[in-house]
């Protein structure tokens, strides 16, 4: 992409996160800022059985399960601009089972998608598929070992076919591919899911894990999928956390949601959720297959979430009792952005720099 033209996608970039926010802050639902996309199902299978996720064990994913087709993935990359940093191809599911994911990688790549990552559970990061990855064009990676013992990670990471020497190794001759073909890319990321049981290893594994050269140790906070489980998954949260995902009572949140102004996640088979907490689709904006995404955004599934959010009365099944959404004290007299000039600094927000999508 030329310098001119990547700095008007900046320009454009920019001025939309300011529309938005000033959307956010009035209390707008219909919007004329546009979503980022903030997640891309690639698939929903997956060959563990984890304890922390609504796919592994137990399984309360509802969903049939199946890979993004290129039709559905086409009309995502085509007829978009706006992305996070990075957007993440996946969700719930182990991405290195989709059987056309790297030509997804190099479409998506050829049509300009800045930053694209995927997280990989590592069990089928093979020397071929490693050779892969590294001449992709993918932008980052996240391996995920939420141990740093064997006992730990196979009790979390349940499989009969794989283990915790394997799936090291498989990340140890990664990292030296990547240094003997003098890779840049992708940004590897090593992670581990802070929870009760292993959050007393995360030192050593940060201290190990850098000397084997990633680019970056992440400790990813735990989520309870917005509560939508009870209290399914709150006992193997770190203490100090549990009483924030106890099973209660409708949550009426200090915030509205942030998410519902800002991205929109899209499901293997094309239907659009408005966040990646929403593992069983139960609140589904609308379908790709038959809507643009232009139609979804303000279309009166959106609205009238929007709607519910401001009056704190969003009793649906996915946001009622969640405690993690993102979001700020509104200004409702804030200025309108002027186009073209440079708005005030946006507020912190969770963004997906750093929070992921799925496990």
């Given at each position: 992409?030329?310098?001119?033209?990547?700095?008007?996608r900046q320009?454009?970039r920019?001025?939309?996160?300011?529309r938005?926010?000033y959307?956010?802050?009035?209390g707008?639902?219909?919007l004329?800022?546009?979503?980022d996309?903030?997640?891309?199902?690639?698939?929903?299978?997956?060959?563990?059985?984890?304890v922390?996720?609504?796919?592994?064990?137990?399984?309360?994913m509802?969903?049939?399960?199946?890979h993004?087709?290129d039709?559905?993935?086409h009309?995502?990359v085509?007829?978009w601009?706006?992305?996070?940093?990075?957007?993440w191809?996946?969700?719930?599911g182990?991405?290195?089972m989709h059987?056309?994911l790297?030509?997804q990688?190099?479409?998506?790549?050829?049509?300009?998608?800045?930053n694209?990552?995927?997280?990989?559970?590592?069990t089928?990061?093979t020397?071929?598929?490693?050779?892969?990855?590294l001449?992709?064009?993918?932008?980052?990676?996240?391996?995920?070992?939420?141990?740093?013992?064997?006992?730990?990670?196979e009790?979390?990471?349940?499989?009969?076919?794989?283990?915790?020497?394997?799936?090291?190794?498989n990340?140890?001759?990664?990292l030296?591919m990547?240094?003997?073909?003098?890779k840049q890319?992708?940004?590897?990321?090593?992670q581990?899911i802070?929870?009760?049981?292993n959050?007393?290893?995360?030192?050593?594994?940060k201290?190990y894990w850098e000397g084997?050269g990633?680019?970056?140790?992440?400790?990813k906070?735990?989520?309870?999928?917005?509560?939508?489980?009870g209290?399914?998954?709150?006992?193997l949260?770190?203490?100090?956390?549990?009483e924030?995902?106890?099973?209660q009572?409708?949550?009426?949140?200090?915030?509205?949601?942030?998410y519902?102004?800002?991205?929109?996640?899209?499901?293997w088979?094309?239907?659009?959720?408005?966040?990646?907490?929403?593992?069983n689709?139960?609140?589904?904006?609308?379908?790709?297959?038959a809507?643009?995404?232009h139609?979804?955004?303000?279309g009166p599934?959106y609205?009238a979430?929007r709607?519910?959010?401001?009056?704190?009365?969003?009793?649906?099944?996915?946001?009622a009792?969640c405690?993690?959404?993102?979001g700020?004290?509104?200004d409702p007299?804030a200025a309108?952005?002027?186009h073209?000039?440079a708005?005030?600094p946006?507020?912190?927000?969770?963004?997906?720099?750093n929070?992921?999508?799925?496990?």
């Amino acid at each position: 992409m030329k310098s001119s033209d990547l700095q008007l996608r900046q320009d454009r970039r920019s001025q939309n996160a300011h529309r938005r926010a000033y959307e956010y802050n009035t209390g707008q639902t219909r919007l004329k800022s546009h979503p980022d996309v903030f997640a891309i199902e690639s698939t929903n299978f997956c060959n563990l059985k984890c304890v922390m996720c609504p796919r592994g064990e137990p399984d309360i994913m509802d969903r049939h399960l199946g890979h993004m087709n290129d039709t559905v993935f086409h009309r995502i990359v085509d007829e978009w601009e706006f992305f996070t940093e990075p957007c993440w191809f996946h969700l719930f599911g182990e991405p290195l089972m989709h059987p056309r994911l790297f030509e997804q990688i190099d479409y998506a790549k050829q049509a300009g998608v800045p930053n694209l990552g995927i997280s990989t559970n590592v069990t089928m990061l093979t020397k071929l598929k490693s050779a892969a990855i590294l001449d992709s064009g993918l932008d980052t990676i996240i391996l995920s070992i939420d141990g740093n013992d064997k006992e730990t990670y196979e009790h979390i990471r349940k499989s009969p076919a794989f283990t915790y020497e394997e799936v090291c190794d498989n990340v140890r001759e990664f990292l030296a591919m990547k240094k003997r073909f003098n890779k840049q890319r992708p940004h590897t990321i090593l992670q581990i899911i802070v929870m009760e049981e292993n959050k007393t290893q995360l030192e050593a594994f940060k201290a190990y894990w850098e000397g084997q050269g990633v680019n970056e140790v992440l400790f990813k906070l735990y989520t309870a999928w917005g509560n939508q489980a009870g209290d399914t998954f709150v006992d193997l949260a770190p203490t100090e956390l549990r009483e924030r995902f106890k099973d209660q009572p409708l949550v009426v949140r200090r915030f509205p949601c942030f998410y519902l102004w800002s991205s929109v996640v899209v499901l293997w088979d094309g239907r659009v959720v408005p966040c990646c907490f929403d593992f069983n689709a139960v609140s589904t904006m609308g379908d790709l297959n038959a809507q643009t995404l232009h139609e979804i955004w303000n279309g009166p599934q959106y609205v009238a979430l929007r709607e519910l959010e401001l009056a704190q009365k969003n009793h649906t099944p996915l946001c009622a009792k969640c405690t993690e959404a993102p979001g700020w004290q509104r200004d409702p007299n804030a200025a309108e952005p002027v186009h073209g000039a440079a708005g005030a600094p946006l507020p912190s927000v969770v963004t997906a720099a750093n929070f992921q999508p799925g496990i």
